[in-house]
């Protein structure tokens, strides 16, 4: 059963943490719109979920109902699960296309778990396929999965679907996952050599401490996948330590 509360300036006191069992190529990146329910129809077909850091500026989170993907005592913030709406056949002449912030302050727990059942099934099947990273300025000696940067890039995560597909890609039992920015998410295999895993945690921390594509901080850990599915986090102190002081 998902964790349900309601974020009134912030998400109260610390819970315990519960998991959901669950390139280079900058594309023009989408403004969340908050939704009037009388102006737009509700379309199941049209939901996803969103995951955002509690300290978001993109999305106003008080008063709603959300779930908590990750939250740890020593994290710089919670990451919760809103959802959208969009219809990504629409997309205007820039490439743009609407994306609206399913309000959910008005709504019971019924209602955000048929949300949550919906939006997996549009997440499942979104057509935002993994590729394999081409480092044009480095040479490694590992694979990396990405994608393009994409309003619903990091939600991979929570696709058993999506997920699956790495293990297969990247042919690992074991998947270690970063999502450091909103629109961006970072796969490689967990049971390589330590020289590797280090390598890939720095790419992370770089991700995390710059701001090249100005996407919003979304989580400083590293999540632990198996069998399409979130096992473990991997938490980096460091990291929540300096988001802090950047923002003390």
């Known amino acids: 059963m998902i964790q349900f509360l309601r974020n009134i300036l912030g998400l109260g006191p ?15 990146k989408s403004a969340v719109k908050e939704m009037v329910e009388d102006e737009l129809e509700m379309d199941f077909t049209s939901i996803y979920p969103y995951l955002v850091s509690q300290k ?14 990750h939250k740890t005592e020593n994290s710089y913030a919670p990451i919760v699960q ?25 709504k019971t727990e019924d209602d955000y778990e048929m949300f949550d ?8 099947n979104l057509e935002l396929p993994f590729v394999f990273w081409d480092f044009s300025d480095e ?11 994409a309003a619903l890039a990091s939600e991979k995560i929570l696709s058993k679907k999506h997920m699956l ?37 720095n790419l992370h921390a770089y991700a995390i401490l710059s701001d ?18 979130v096992v473990n986090v991997i938490g980096i102190t460091q990291l929540s330590d300096v988001l802090r002081e950047g923002n003390s």
Do not use: W
């Open 165 to 201: 597909e790495a293990h297969k890609m990247l042919n690992s039992k074991e998947l270690l996952v970063s999502i450091p920015r909103k629109g961006l998410i970072f796969v490689c295999s967990n049971l390589l050599d330590k020289e590797h895993i280090t390598h890939f945690m």
């Open 82 to 106: 809103a959802f959208v709406m969009m219809n990504i056949g629409k997309i205007d002449e820039n490439g743009e296309v609407d994306i609206f912030h399913l309000k959910t302050s008005n």
């Open 56 to 69: 978001t500026q993109e999305l106003d989170l008080g008063g709603e109902l959300v779930s908590v993907f």
């Open 212 to 229: 090249k594509h100005d996407l919003e901080v979304l989580c400083e850990d590293l999540f632990v996948v198996e069998e399409g599915e």
């Open 117 to 124: 059942k919906h939006s997996l099934i549009n997440l499942d």
């Open 14 to 28: 610390a819970e315990p943490t519960k998991l959901r069992k669950k390139p280079e190529e900058v594309v023009v």
């Open 139 to 149: 040479k490694i000696e590992y694979d990396i999965l990405s994608v393009k940067i």
